[in-house]
Every structure is written in structure tokens, then in C-alpha cells.
């Protein structure tokens, strides 16, 4: 194993000639897709990695400096792929993954024959002509209460984000993972992530993108589904599920797994 697969805890499953990447969002890491990769393996070669700062990597390798953009984080999904000598893969982002990997594909087109954006945003805070989800002053406060009292936070945010009650497995497993993070880098991920902007950037995306949106989602207003799939620059598909909150794939599978392989073994041409 290499030092860059090692460092993201890479996993690599299934015998299938084609490659899908998966990548979890904030707050999570691999073990968010459980419920997907089953579905997956007998038919795909499915490779599974965690981005730094999650709760799984070693903090050490945590670069506050690296990670201030969504460039850092693309720049290691590019070497996760390059180490393991992948020529092209079919690519489902989480969260700020969807934006990840969507940056990836600007600079290395060839390495994505698909991306597929579960519950992605290319600007989370609003501004005069556009619907984000966020005031920025709301976000200042939630970025002073994850410093005044990190745990309380957590427990606080994932069942707002899940879209349940603490007592709902969804809402426990995204606890865990939650309070795995260490919570200096938990803030600087989150202030990233809130303050990035890459809807400049959509024009350059030429690679087709699959859009899978909640009904209704804390974090992703579904304008933003609506707003992605017009301003791409390659084809793209917007799919507005009847799953609530922003984590789908854990709380509502059965609704999620359905429609995510089939954007994943369809082409919008089709």
C-alpha cells in the first residue's frame, strides 16, 4: 500500500472491470456507504477512502493551510487515483464531496466517465440572487458554539442534519463519527466547506453529471439541484428523492440505493 492510500485509510472491493469512487462528506467517513457497497461489489470494483481530517486519519497529517479551499482536498482525490492507476471511474461525492470531485474533473477530465452529486452544493450561504440555505451570520454562530462546546454541538447538529431523533440509528452512527473528528479540525473543515464558492467554476464541469437531491434537506435547499443542473457545463440530470435530511444513504437506504444505481448504470443519453 502506498503513502497515500494508507494516509485515507483506501479500500479497494469488488472484481468489476469498472471503477466507482465513493466519497463521504463532513462529519463522516467510509463506513457511510455500509448500506450501498453490498450492492455494488458483485458488479463493480468499488474503492472507498477517507478525506483528511475525518475521525479515521491520523490528525497528524491534518494541513490547516492545504485545506483552507476544496483544491486541497480535489488534489487528493487526483492521487488517490493516480496511486492506485485507475484510467477512469464513475464518481459519487457526498456533500462537499460532489464540488471535490467535480474540481477533479475540471483539471483531469479523462479520469471521470461520471459524476454523480448526492446532496451537493456548489455555495451553501445565500446572496441577493441566489438561495444557498444560509445567512452568514447563522453560521457564525454555529462556528462559535462548535468552539464553546464542540460535543454539545454534535449532538445537537446530527439529528438537525440526519433529519431524525438521537434515538434513530441514522442519527448514532453520524453521532460516532461526529465526535471521532478531532474538534479544532472539525471547525476549520466545516469553515471551508460554508465558505467555499465554486459556482464560477460549473461552466468548466463538462463531465455528465447525475444530481440526487433529499425532498428535504437542512443543509441543500433543492433550488441548489435545480441551480447545478442549469449551469453545468456537460450534460446533467437532476432527481429530487423522497428521502428527508442531508444523509440519505444512512437514514433512508431503501429509498436511496434504487435510484443511485440506476444513475450509476445509466447514462443520461439512455
Not at 502506498?2 to 479497494?12: L, Q, T
Not at 492545504?66 to 496511486?83: F, M, Q, V
Not at 444523509?247 to 447514462?267: A, E, G, K, T
Amino acid at each position: 500500500m502506498g503513502i497515500v492510500e494508507e494516509a485515507h485509510n483506501v479500500r479497494v472491493v469488488g472484481e468489476g472491470e469498472r471503477t466507482i469512487v465513493l466519497a463521504h462528506g463532513f462529519g463522516t467517513d467510509q463506513s457511510v456507504w455500509r448500506h450501498v457497497v453490498p450492492h455494488l461489489v458483485g458488479e463493480y470494483r468499488v474503492v472507498l477512502f477517507d478525506t483528511m481530517g475525518a475521525g479515521t486519519t491520523n490528525p497528524d497529517y491534518f494541513d490547516f493551510d492545504r485545506y483552507t479551499t476544496l483544491e486541497g482536498y480535489a488534489l487528493d482525490l487526483l492521487a488517490i487515483i493516480e496511486e492506485l492507476r485507475i484510467s477512469s471511474c464513475i464518481y459519487v461525492g457526498h456533500s462537499v464531496s460532489a464540488m471535490i470531485g467535480a474540481l477533479a474533473s475540471i483539471s483531469r477530465p479523462d479520469l471521470f466517465s461520471k459524476l454523480v452529486f448526492l446532496s451537493g452544493s456548489p455555495r451553501y450561504v445565500n446572496d441577493a440572487e441566489y438561495f444557498g440555505g444560509f445567512e452568514q451570520d447563522e453560521l457564525e454562530q454555529l462556528f462559535d458554539a462548535m468552539r464553546s462546546n464542540y460535543k454539545a454541538w454534535a449532538s445537537g447538529w446530527a439529528p438537525l442534519a440526519v433529519g431524525g431523533d438521537m434515538e434513530s440509528v441514522a442519527v448514532q452512527e453520524f453521532s460516532r463519527t461526529l465526535f471521532n473528528i478531532r474538534p479544532d479540525i472539525a471547525l476549520s473543515v466545516l469553515q471551508t466547506i460554508f465558505g467555499s464558492d465554486v459556482r464560477h467554476l460549473l461552466c468548466l464541469i463538462t463531465t455528465p453529471c447525475h444530481i440526487l437531491q433529499s425532498s428535504k434537506d437542512l443543509a441543500v435547499p433543492v433550488l441548489v439541484s435545480e441551480y447545478l443542473h442549469k449551469n453545468l457545463g456537460g450534460d446533467s440530470i437532476v432527481e429530487v428523492m423522497s428521502s428527508e435530511g442531508h444523509l440519505p444513504q444512512l437514514s433512508s437506504p431503501d429509498i436511496v440505493i434504487p435510484v443511485l444505481l440506476r444513475h450509476i448504470r445509466y447514462d443520461i443519453a439512455i
